[in-house]
């Protein structure tokens, strides 16, 4: 959760994923250190319903997913 006078450089760093709930901005991050994002506001990890709406809301607006990891044919 990003503090609103922080919010500008969190969404420097590129989020994967942002929500706001009751004016609260919600911001997921991958591979972002802990201790950077505390900066910003209170860090949690997230739930897998948060990795699942921010995975499939991506998915819904067009985005396209990149995998992680190269697939390799069989």
Avoid: C, N, W, Y
């Avoid at 760093?13 to 919600?26: A, C, D, M």
């Avoid at 591979?31 to 739930?47: C, H, I, K, N, Y």
Wanted: aromatic share 6%; proline share 8%.
């Amino acid at each position: 959760m990003a503090h609103p006078d922080q919010l500008a450089a969190a969404r420097a760093l590129r989020p994967i994923h942002e929500r706001q709930v009751f004016g609260r901005s919600f911001l997921l991050f991958d591979r972002v250190d802990r201790a950077q994002l505390s900066a910003f506001g209170e860090v949690r990890t997230p739930s897998i319903a948060d990795l699942f709406v921010a995975v499939m809301g991506g998915e819904a607006k067009g985005a396209t997913l990149l995998p992680r990891l190269p697939i390799r044919p069989r």
